[in-house]
């Protein structure tokens, strides 16, 4: 059993083989009792008893998934393609394309083996092959594979991630709910997340993880935070018909750490914002209330459950690279937010210098500590203004006049703090007067003082790809 074990679960590098491997495993430790080819005829009675053959996304017209194979005759032909790859039947010698490993090895199509070439079109594969080459080891892992994944909209959704105690958790959740549904008589088919969106649920996934993994958030050797990062891989495909399609979206880890940190450190203020900018098209003309965090139009209320699978602006524009900084700004306008997450944002996603994020607060201190409303007014408007580079620069510039006629004693902007921190090669300018702007904002929230001020102009080409 324990060789059948190692075989069967050890990780290989492909997302599918190695979900299907921690399924195996999962099984193995529930019944260790039972051999590989006892669990795949439990498999089988699920796929084709409870599910009712309905695996055509994953395997096409296979023995289970093909019309002609309905009821006992698709349990009994599956049962007898497995126990031929356990016997070696119809083998050939050669290289597994997944384990690396030499010995027997078989064909994989689309009817055995999850987005493959077609077994009738040789010219899909190698040399005109019939089939990808493919150990008993690896096909059988994949048959595992629909009892560790979720429907994800009108796709398959398979997490992986660069953790196998990330990935090994996911698998143990889902197979924690078929086990529940399939013991109530309730299971019909893979579980189905309450997500169509991959952008939503990939956040999903990184907040369950964050409350559940420890290894994901901290080191278990130390208990200090874990920096080797942790990355998410959401391949989302359907192998049916004639149309098989897949994409990857990827949490990268510089994402994944920020999104930690908000969750760890700032849950409250991070949801204040973040939960803003849902949107859905069918919910129109809605107001967010930030006491309740519900979204309130002329007719109804939604509450986080609900709209939580809205498309949200901030995770796409994190998954896809694109800067949250307008977003951060047009918040702290209205609402405090602890500046600290600004600068992780800043440092980790935007590669900031951090010296540039201490100047900025240090400036922000200059222009609010001590002034009139007034004064402090007209600096927020001459900086909202600011529609070149050379506005902000005199803007500056003037701070530094202003600072060296009060004579304080220490030095407000160096020259090689601006050369170096404020504007610096590379730099955008909007992306310094946006941060200033904030920094003086939360400023302001911390010592409660209200200044009213013109609304921000969002009618910037690149400030519109960050509306809900």
Same mark, same amino acid.
């Given at each position: ?29 529930? =019944? ?10 439990? +498999? ?12 055509? *996304?994953? $395997?096409?017209?296979? *023995?289970?998934?093909?019309? *002609? ?9 599956? /049962? ?14 050669? $290289? ?19 987005? #493959?070439? %077609? ?15 493919? %150990? ?37 959740? !889902? ?10 008589? /309730? ?13 939503? +649920? ?7 993880? /964050? ?15 874990? !920096? +080797? ?35 760890? @450190?700032?849950? @409250? ?5 973040? $939960?803003?900018?849902? %949107? %859905? ?85 200059? /222009?609010? !500590?001590?002034? *009139?409303?007034?004064?402090? @007014? ?22 530094? =006049? ?40 939360? @400023? ?16 910037? #080409? ?7």
């Amino acid at each position: 059993m324990l060789t059948e074990l190692i075989n069967f679960t050890k990780p290989t590098g492909d997302p599918f083989a190695d979900v299907g491997g921690l399924v195996i495993e999962y099984l193995q430790e529930k =019944k260790p009792e039972k051999s590989i080819m006892e669990l795949i005829e439990e +498999a089988t009675d699920i796929y084709v008893k409870k599910w009712n053959n309905n695996l055509h *996304s994953f $395997f096409l017209n296979s *023995s289970i998934t093909h019309n *002609s194979n309905k009821g006992q005759k698709g349990i009994d032909k599956t /049962i007898a393609f497995y126990q031929g790859l356990l016997d070696g039947e119809n083998a050939e010698y050669g $290289f597994c394309r997944i384990t690396g490993q030499q010995g027997e090895v078989f064909n994989g199509a689309r009817d055995n083996h999850i987005m #493959s070439g %077609s077994s009738t079109l040789i010219n899909f594969h190698h040399g005109f092959e019939s089939g990808i080459r493919l %150990s008993k080891e690896a096909l059988i892992r994949i048959f595992f594979v629909p009892l560790g994944v979720e429907q994800l909209g009108n796709k398959v959704a398979v997490l992986t991630s660069n953790n196998e105690d990330v990935t090994r958790f996911f698998v143990r959740a !889902t197979m924690d709910n078929n086990s529940r549904d399939i013991g109530s008589g /309730i299971s019909e088919s893979i579980q189905n997340s309450d997500f169509s969106n991959p952008t939503n +649920a990939l956040f999903d996934y990184a907040l369950q993880c /964050i409350n559940n993994v420890r290894t994901a958030t901290l080191d278990e050797d130390t208990g200090m935070s874990n !920096t +080797a990062g942790i990355t998410l891989n959401l391949f989302h495909f359907t192998n049916f018909g004639a149309s098989p399609t897949i994409n990857l979206f990827t949490l990268p880890a510089t994402v994944f750490k920020f999104y930690s940190f908000c969750i760890l @450190k700032h849950k @409250k203020d991070w949801q204040n914002f973040v $939960f803003r900018f849902y %949107s %859905s098209s069918k919910f129109k003309n809605a107001q967010f209330d930030i006491d309740s965090k519900t979204w309130t139009n002329n007719k109804e209320t939604v509450e986080y459950k609900d709209y939580r699978i809205w498309r949200n602006s901030i995770f796409e524009n994190l998954l896809n690279d694109k800067s949250i900084l307008y977003a951060f700004l047009r918040h702290s306008k209205k609402y405090q937010l602890n500046f600290n997450i600004v600068e992780t944002y800043q440092v980790n996603i935007r590669n900031m210098n951090k010296k540039a994020l201490t100047k900025i607060k240090e400036l922000a201190n200059f /222009i609010v !500590t001590n002034r *009139s409303d007034d004064e402090i @007014k007209k600096s927020i408007t001459r900086l909202n203004g600011s529609k070149y580079s050379q506005d902000l620069r005199k803007f500056l510039l003037k701070l530094v =006049k202003q600072d060296h006629e009060e004579e304080n004693p220490q030095l407000l902007i160096s020259l090689d703090e601006y050369v170096e921190y404020l504007f610096p090669d590379g730099t955008n300018w909007k992306e310094i007067r946006d941060l200033l702007l904030i920094a003086i904002y939360q @400023k302001l929230h911390e010592v409660n003082k209200k200044i009213a001020t013109e609304d921000i102009e969002e009618n910037e #080409s690149e400030n519109q790809s960050n509306e809900e």
